[in-house]
């Protein structure tokens, strides 16, 4: 009942989806004249060009304008858009950490632009860089209100050259309209400018951004005009083939193997707003590796998407379901993993697939993908059709209407394979919510899934509401999940559960001194089970303080209670020791202390300290990273963490480490060096990464990877491998 009245709460939302004029823009010239990209800006048409310099401040308040002048003129001709900074600096001191592609913006001096071509506040497409022409691209979705719709794996081709002074530094950049979805016929985008000025810990914007909203955020955007309406986007076909020779060891299984493959993938334009990704034989092998952790919860933990296939327009088919990722029916890290016969993950190898996706018209967009795996009768894993579409339908200003089917199918018959995993299927409907500033956001949707072994019901569904102004943020969230839901293709940890949150902040904005900000904050989390009466099994009430320094830095204290009903028996050490006994509760009180420092000087910290009561007994952990730089060159990190669990006997104790160090050289803008080392007794894993990396031409690398994974407890060598991948991107 409460899910059905959240839910008519939209018919009185859409009153506050009214468009908003920000009432900036800017008049692009068109030229005939030819530009040299060099870092100077003398030629003449840039003399002539308007530019933008009237830049609001962000941070460390949002009052006022930004203390240093940064100066953005802004061209076009038939074949790409031209841009030219000049951005004052107090010293040359310049703040930045890497010369390596796609650099975080918390770490570096820069400036960066979102066009957004379509004019829907939903997705945009960002260029950054610094002041060492470094560049950072990246697809931007969800309206930019959050750090999921924020991917740097996107990658396209374009220019841009420097030159650093003492008091400012020039950046010209050339960004080809074949980098860039658009519709023929265009005379005005939406644009986003803002810059991150480490020195004095500065972010600023050409539209101001209230600072309780993400800097990226598209409700707060100017207008870009051009003097001459634009043509045809014309996207090349790129094809991206590579080889990959591999030669290893499994010491386990005393097996030593050398393959070598090649495949690769199509990119192809269809008309001005959609793309066709074509992959044929993809090779997902560890060029990059994931973050190890230490788990000590009853379940899965989410980890993000890195496979360039799975990136573009990747909100089309990953944005469903949950906004918390406690119910999401499609996951693509599920595509290309699978459980062999005595339960442990591993590759499946994938044949090949397509995936078409982008914009039909002003107001829909169009998601297709099917993707084929192969077999491995040995592990008894079957090959399966993994197929999704979706649609999605923009209504009022910023907010869209979304449906999906999902089907996960395999076609022939195995003796292994039991009749009700033949195979699953999701359908959904969504509405998500975005009033034009964004103070109002939500989602809505109901999910239902159909296998062999069907049930009555197999329904997902949730309500979601935030309303966030500048001082006061609140959230109301219920959803419900059936025990019979099943997404084969989906992350979902729990089902047969209704869960039910809340959460409120307030933020308190001094007048000066070393505080940007500071507030308290409550989250009251609930999980109940259906199926057994409504009974509680989980619940979390948490209190916060949150302070924001005005050189970056952050502290927070968390104060909780936490509630659990083990259903069943649970060993948090994983050890194989006496489980904790199921069929009974636990309450227990804990408190999380975290400091962030500032980010821009050559040695940072991030330290956590956490503990308290632990189900029957206790537990501690403290954690830190340790980065030192030596700028722009050379980064050097330390991850460790600690967790100590004491329990009653019989049960067991753990003390886990996972200490990880890493260092990052970045010998100039096309060739890297990285060394990742992971130790976790936990896993029982020492595992090493080193990774030489060469750009030898645009968005084409060779790459030379040693795996190197040994046992902790009684040292001994695990797996061994050294990879050499090649890639080239050809455009046609």
């Known amino acids: ?40 800006l003398d030629e003449e048409v840039w003399k002539s060009a308007n530019k933008i310099n009237d830049f609001w401040q962000f941070f460390p308040t949002d009052s006022v304008k930004s203390i240093n002048p940064t100066e ?42 979102m066009f957004d071509t379509f004019k829907d506040g939903t997705t945009a497409f960002l260029f950054g860089m610094t002041p060492y022409g470094v560049q950072r691209d990246a697809f931007i979705s969800e309206g930019g209100s959050n750090r999921n719709g924020f991917n740097t794996t996107w990658d396209q081709k374009w220019q841009v050259e420097s030159v650093m002074h003492d008091n400012h530094y020039i950046l010209e950049a050339s960004i080809p309209f074949s980098s860039i979805k658009f519709r023929e016929g265009d005379q005005s985008w939406r644009l986003k400018v803002y810059r991150w000025d480490m020195q004095t810990n500065e972010q600023s914007t050409w539209v101001h951004v209230p600072q309780n909203q993400l800097l990226s955020n598209l409700a707060f955007a100017g207008e870009m005009i051009f003097e001459k309406p634009l043509g045809k986007s014309r996207t090349p076909v790129a094809i991206i083939p590579y080889i990959n020779a591999l030669t290893s060891k499994d010491f386990i299984n005393g097996d030593p193997g050398n393959k070598f493959t090649f495949g690769g993938d199509t990119k192809v334009a269809v008309g001005n707003s959609m793309n066709l990704d074509i992959t044929v034989n993809p090779d997902f092998s560890n060029v990059e590796v994931d973050d190890i952790f230490t788990n000590l919860t009853r379940f899965e933990v989410f980890l993000p998407e890195k496979r360039q296939f799975f990136i573009d327009n990747n909100d089309l088919f990953g944005n469903y379901g949950d906004m918390f990722n406690a119910a999401k029916p499609f996951f693509s890290r599920r595509i ?29 967009r169009l998601g297709f993908l099917n993707i084929q795996t192969a077999e491995d009768l040995i592990n008894e894993i079957a090959s399966n059709n993994n197929t999704m579409l979706s649609v999605q339908k923009k209504v009022f200003t910023r907010s869209n209407l979304g449906f999906f089917a999902i089907n996960r199918e395999t076609f022939q018959d195995y003796e292994f394979l039991p009749p009700s995993r033949e195979y699953n299927r999701v359908l959904g409907l969504e509405y998500n919510l975005a009033s034009a500033d964004n103070s109002w956001t939500g989602k809505f949707y109901l999910h239902k899934s159909i296998q062999p072994d069907d049930k009555k019901g197999n329904l997902s569904s949730q309500a979601t509401v935030t309303y966030n102004t500048r001082k006061f943020s609140a959230t109301a969230d219920i959803m419900h999940v059936d025990d019979g839901f099943r997404a084969d293709l989906g992350f979902v940890p729990r089902t047969g559960i209704l869960k039910n949150g809340n959460m409120y902040s307030y933020k308190i904005y001094p007048s000066g001194g070393k505080i940007s900000q500071h507030g308290p904050g409550a989250m009251l989390l609930y999980y109940w089970r259906p199926d057994m009466d409504l009974k509680k099994t989980d619940h979390t009430n948490m209190l916060f303080y949150t302070i924001n320094f005005t050189d970056q830095s952050v502290l927070r204290l968390d104060l909780q209670n936490q509630y659990v009903f083990l259903t069943r028996g649970f060993d948090p050490t994983r050890s194989g020791g006496v489980p904790l006994p199921g069929n009974q509760d636990y309450s227990f009180y804990q408190y999380n202390l975290t400091y962030q420092s500032n980010p821009a000087k050559v040695l940072s910290v991030e330290a956590l300290s956490s503990g308290g009561q632990f189900y029957n007994g206790n537990n501690f952990s403290a954690s830190g990273i340790l980065t030192y730089r030596i700028q722009p060159w050379v980064s050097l990190s330390l991850n460790t963490r600690y967790d100590a669990i004491r329990l009653p006997a019989p049960h067991s104790n753990a003390d886990f480490w996972l200490i990880t160090p890493k260092m990052d050289v970045t010998f100039s803008k096309s060739l890297f060096w990285s060394t990742l080392v992971q130790y976790s007794n936990q896993r029982d894993n020492l595992g090493i990464n080193s990774r030489l990396q060469w750009r030898y031409a645009p968005l084409s ?28 991107w050809l455009n046609l």
């Open 701 to 728: 690398d060779l790459y030379i990877v040693y795996n190197d994974n040994y046992f902790t407890k009684d040292f001994g060598p695990k797996f061994r491998s050294i990879n050499l991948k090649l890639s080239y």
């Open 72 to 113: 953005v003129r802004i061209l076009y001709d038939d074949h790409a858009i031209y841009i030219g900074v000049r951005a004052e600096v107090k010293t040359n001191n310049y703040v930045v950490a890497s010369l390596r592609r796609d650099f975080s913006g918390t770490n570096n001096d820069n400036v960066s632009l």
């Open 336 to 364: 290309g993993l699978a459980r062999a016969k005595n339960g442990n993950l591993i590759e499946n190898r994938i044949i090949g697939g397509v995936r078409l996706s982008g914009k039909l018209n002003e107001d829909l």
């Open 1 to 40: 009942m409460r899910l059905v009245f959240s839910s008519l709460l939209l018919f009185f939302f859409y009153t506050l989806a009214t468009g908003q004029e920000n009432g900036k823009s800017i008049l692009l010239k068109y030229i005939s004249d030819p530009i040299h990209l060099d870092g100077v």
